[in-house]
Structures are given as structure tokens and as C-alpha cells.
């Protein structure tokens, strides 16, 4: 059975910084691009970073110059930093695998980020 587990969420206070990691120890990582979504209460998911199996990356407005997402082929994991933290930034954070060219998606099981004083 596949699992993402995501670690390093928790409770920080606005302009504060997080370091999110996603491990998928059984998965051939390197074939896989590999993204990070959120859900805030009421919203749907959303796509806060993602980096290919080449190394490109891609992240919205909201949070282009913040965030940071990064991966290490060799430890099968992919990491989000997390600076500069609103309070707008409170969701489940959310790890996805998607190998795209055989259509297979694994997603993780969601850590909380809570950005508050």
C-alpha cells in the first residue's frame, strides 16, 4: 500500500516559518511530479507549490516568494518551506504524487498549519 507521510506542521504565530516534509518510501519518486495542496475550512483544495521530476516549479500568487518547495530524489521526499506565514495560511496541507503519464495519484493524509497570535 502507498503512503505519503507528511510531517512538520503545528501552530505559528504570523510572520513565523514552517518546514513540511513528505515521505514516499514506496513509490518510484523520481518518476513523479509532486505537489503540495491546502483546505481551509469551507474552501476547496488548492495548489500551493509543485515541482516536476525535472526540477521546474510552479506556485500561485498568493504564496510566490513565501514558499519553497524542493525534493530529494535519493531520500524519496519533497519538502515545503514555509516563510513570511499569514494567517490566511491556517489549512490541512496536503502531499500529492501524480505520475502523469500512466495517470496514477497518491495523495498524504494532511498535516495542519496554523498561522496564529
Given at each position: 500500500?502507498?503512503?505519503?507521510?507528511?510531517?512538520?506542521?503545528?501552530?505559528?504565530?504570523?510572520?513565523?516559518?514552517?518546514?513540511?516534509?513528505?515521505?514516499?518510501?514506496?513509490?518510484?519518486?523520481?518518476?513523479?511530479?509532486?505537489?503540495?495542496?491546502?483546505?481551509?475550512?469551507?474552501?476547496?483544495?488548492?495548489l500551493?507549490?509543485?515541482?516536476?521530476?525535472?526540477?521546474?516549479?510552479?506556485?500561485?500568487?498568493?504564496?510566490?516568494?513565501?514558499?519553497?518547495?524542493?525534493?530529494?530524489?535519493?531520500?524519496?521526499?519533497?519538502?515545503?518551506?514555509m516563510?513570511?506565514?499569514?494567517?490566511?495560511?491556517?489549512?490541512?496541507?496536503?502531499?500529492?504524487?501524480?505520475?502523469?503519464?500512466?495517470?496514477?495519484?497518491?495523495?498524504?493524509?494532511?498535516?495542519?498549519?496554523?498561522?496564529?497570535?
Amino acid at each position: 500500500q502507498v503512503q505519503l507521510v507528511e510531517s512538520g506542521g503545528g501552530l505559528v504565530q504570523p510572520g513565523g516559518s514552517l518546514n513540511l516534509s513528505c515521505a514516499a518510501p514506496r513509490i518510484t519518486f523520481s518518476n513523479y511530479d509532486m505537489g503540495w495542496y491546502r483546505q481551509a475550512p469551507g474552501k476547496q483544495r488548492e495548489l500551493v507549490a509543485a515541482i516536476t521530476r525535472g526540477g521546474n516549479t510552479n506556485y500561485p500568487d498568493s504564496v510566490k516568494g513565501r514558499f519553497t518547495i524542493s525534493r530529494d530524489n535519493a531520500k524519496n521526499t519533497v519538502y515545503l518551506q514555509m516563510n513570511s506565514l499569514k494567517p490566511e495560511d491556517t489549512a490541512v496541507y496536503y502531499c500529492n504524487a501524480e505520475w502523469v503519464s500512466i495517470k496514477v495519484s497518491y495523495w498524504g493524509q494532511g498535516t495542519q498549519v496554523t498561522v496564529s497570535s
